[in-house]
């Protein structure tokens, strides 16, 4: 969830600071307060444009620092190289220059807007009477319906990988141009890897023979001493100390046991233990004379060692490979492409009759998707359409059509949410409906439905109640409240019956001191926020039935 939010120099803002937490929070304010500011540092701090005018008047930049609770992001900062989240805890800052362009740092680590920007799309959803653009789109509106019906793509997805994997085949040889140079080309790069008998201890293993044998004087001396501390074999300084080998003295110490037994039993297990200690002393020793047998100190086999790296790597190289097992994945690839090649038309045909049969599972494979979709989608329409109803839309239809299309990664299908406002009036995409209401609500209502599976954690919402008021309002509340029992849900209403569900309230307000004009934002519990909803219902004048309308509001929602 977004824990807090510091804001300095922004437009309207000298400085702010809000944390949030769990639930719904909502935010409200006079129009023209700042809500609007608050809510571009937050898009900027998710990777927004930046815009150097809106850095406060007389002000070098803009700051804004976000500080997630996050789980699921690990992989993400992995690819990009970024620090790892302490605690769970994520950091982001962005610094917007008054003089143009912006920096930004996540975990402290300097890194792109574009970066950013993917990172917000997985913790963050913003929706607005403005913001439609998630809605309407192809892949937002298949990929809901798929996680809502739990459809299973895999079998789809293995069709379309071995068709796609056979397309590829057959244009390769199709756009082989000059077939003679290729096949040449493939030839020699085949024979040189395959000159080079590389096997996997190519790798780590004959780097470690390498060092070995490289410092084979040191590791033989330090061996020998190691063996005659031991045992006095090695012929080390060690053997020829007058205190003895470590398995000398441990069999003096066996001697004495032995004698103690005589008038203390117990010193029969302690010499049968020293003799399993004895006994792995002198295999230890055993052990390390024959590993150093082994290495080669020969010169000759030290600059075979070298001359079997440098060829390792500069195979590497060649072939921009990271590890010898990517060199020989290679080596099959350009195989099977030699082979293909040499019998370019009898491949080619071949390939043909084995993509006409991989074309017929994939739309085998695309018909069952098609028939789990089409279930899907009216368990969809009509759980969005129960929510609508509770949203104000009486009469509204929501439904999910399927429209065939030529088979391409994602199946066989378009899946187009469709709205019906009104009986009688034809249902139409959403991508058609132009009322900015209508589609935040449709929108809400389908994050009602899809709740749980909604992996995206923070959910904000942006005067989505704009033009509603009465019951419909009161509904749009009581939906943003069940809906932040799975999310951290961030709304920001002019909408008394709306923003009496917020388990915590903020209030933005503006003043003006020494000519300047300042936003800041605060949290208001008890009679404060009593006092802001009466604010809301009745204007600045809280008379005591306002007041009174206000603390009944919040008593009949505080749930």
Known sequence: MLR??????????????????????????????????????????????????????????????AEFD???????????????????????????SASGGSRVWINDSATSVQTLRSLGELMVDIHGPNDRRSLVDDGFQRD????????????????????????????????????????????????EIDAAQLTE???????????????????????????????????????????????DLLVEAGNRFREMAKYHEVANEWSEELENVITSVQELSRTVADSVSR?????????????????????????????????????????????????????IQELNVQIVAAEKAVRKAGATLTT??????????????????????????????????????????????RFEPNPGESSRPLAQIASTGEIARVMLALKAVIAELDAIPVLIFDEIDANLGGETGRAVGEKLKSVSAHHQVIAITHLPQSAVFGDRHFVVAKTVSGGRTRSAIREVEGDGRVREVARMLGGETATSVVLQHAQELLGMNSF
């Open 4 to 65: 807090r939010l510091k804001v300095d120099n922004l437009a309207i803002v000298e400085h702010a600071e809000a944390e949030f937490g769990e639930g719904l929070t909502v935010i409200t304010g006079e129009t023209g307060a700042g809500k609007s500011v608050f809510m571009g540092a937050l898009n900027l701090a998710l990777g927004a444009r930046a815009d150097a005018s809106a850095v406060r008047d007389g002000c070098r930049d803009a700051r804004i620092e």
């Open 70 to 96: 996050v789980g699921a992001v690990g992989a993400f900062l992995e690819d990009q190289g970024l620090p790892p989240c302490e605690d769970g805890i994520l950091l982001v800052r962005r610094v917007i």
């Open 144 to 191: 809901t319906l798929d996680r809502y019906g739990k459809v299973d793509l895999s079998g789809y997805a293995s069709a379309w990988r071995a068709l796609a994997d056979l397309s590829s085949r057959r244009a390769a040889l199709e756009g082989a141009v000059d077939v003679a140079d290729e096949i040449e080309r493939l030839r020699h790069s085949i024979e």
């Open 201 to 247: 201890e190519d790798d780590e293993t004959l780097t470690a023979r390498h060092a070995a044998a490289a410092h084979a004087a040191e590791i033989v001396e330090a061996a020998n001493a190691a063996t005659s501390a031991l045992t006095g074999d090695g012929g080390g300084a060690y053997g020829a100390s007058d205190v003895g080998s470590a398995a």
């Open 295 to 347: 290495i080669d100190a020969d010169p000759e086999t030290l600059q075979a060692l070298d001359d079997r790296i440098s060829l390792v790597r500069r195979l590497k190289r060649k072939y921009a490979c990271m590890t010898v097992r990517e060199i020989l994945d290679l080596r099959e690839k350009r195989a099977q492409k030699l082979s293909d090649l040499e019998d370019r038309d009898a491949k």
């Open 372 to 417: 789990a979709r089409r279930k899907a989608s009216v368990k969809l329409g009509e759980a969005v359409t129960k929510e609508l109803r509770g949203l104000g839309f009486l009469k509204a239809g929501f439904s999910v059509a399927l429209e065939p299309q030529e088979p391409d990664s994602t199946g066989c299908d378009l899946v187009v949410y």
